[in-house]
């Protein structure tokens, strides 16, 4: 566990590989969860390499000294999730077995689409997904009946419904007929089926919910179902 070029903090090897940010595994080393070949460390000051082996809860972690991000474009009819106790599809099925460790930043729900952001370092799920850091996130919108300027203006000062106060939304008609339209909308929280709860408040129907961007990262021409490694951004 001496330092070396290729040695890095335990703290950071297992955020890397995880969904806990550093400051987490810091809490899972005093908690006695941590061994570094077979004993257990009660400091978060030691270095590994890959020459180590790295356990949490008696698990192997793997050694990786490169931060990952990749963009995934969801399909319908899938979860964001490792498995499911209904045996429902994953996005999981869609990927290489080399990558089952990676984590989602953010999700989609089994009916919607779009930009899903994978990545191998908790710190990067954590710096994407905290309200504070106030990524966006735009989606396109498939609803059912006609949208009228009033419920674009009360998006835009921000929505009440069912206790729940959600944060400003700008919308922009796409296009419209007399039983459907087209929305593109911009948001910087991202609250639990946030834009389905508010709809759903005012007697609409979601038919289509299809994320195209998030912070810097669009979902371009990638196609359902596929794959691909981009660049750290910020």
């Not at 903090?9 to 570094?36: C, F, H, M, N």
């Not at 498995?83 to 989602?104: A, E, G, M, Q, Y």
């Not at 087209?182 to 005012?202: A, D, H, P, T, Y």
């Amino acid at each position: 566990m001496e330092k070396n070029k290729k040695s890095e903090r335990i703290s950071k090897v297992i955020a890397r590989s995880t969904p806990y940010s550093r400051r987490q595994v810091e809490e899972l080393i005093y908690d006695g969860r941590i061994r570094i070949d077979g004993r257990i460390i009660d400091k978060p000051g030691i270095n590994v390499s890959k020459e180590n082996t790295i356990q949490l809860d008696k698990k192997n972690i793997p050694f990786n000294s490169i931060d990952e991000i990749y963009l995934f474009h969801k399909p319908r009819g899938c979860l964001v999730t490792h498995s499911d106790p209904r045996n429902r599809k994953t996005i999981f099925d869609f990927l290489p077995r080399k990558l089952d460790k990676v984590i989602s930043i953010g999700r989609l729900d089994y009916n919607s689409e779009g930009l899903i952001l994978l990545t191998n370092n908790g710190n990067i799920k954590r710096k994407f997904e905290l309200p504070q850091n106030n990524f966006e996130r735009i989606y396109r919108v498939k609803v059912q009946g006609k949208i009228d300027i009033k419920i674009i203006d009360k998006l835009k000062k921000g929505f009440y419904t069912k206790g729940i106060k959600y944060k400003p939304i700008i919308a922009k008609l796409e296009s419209s007929s007399e039983t459907y339209c087209w929305l593109q909308m911009s948001l910087r929280e991202g609250k639990n089926r946030e834009i389905r709860n508010i709809f759903e408040s005012i007697n609409m129907t979601v038919t289509r919910l299809i994320r195209i961007s998030y912070g810097p990262y669009k979902l371009g021409k990638l196609q359902k179902g596929k794959l691909k490694k981009v660049n750290l951004i910020g």
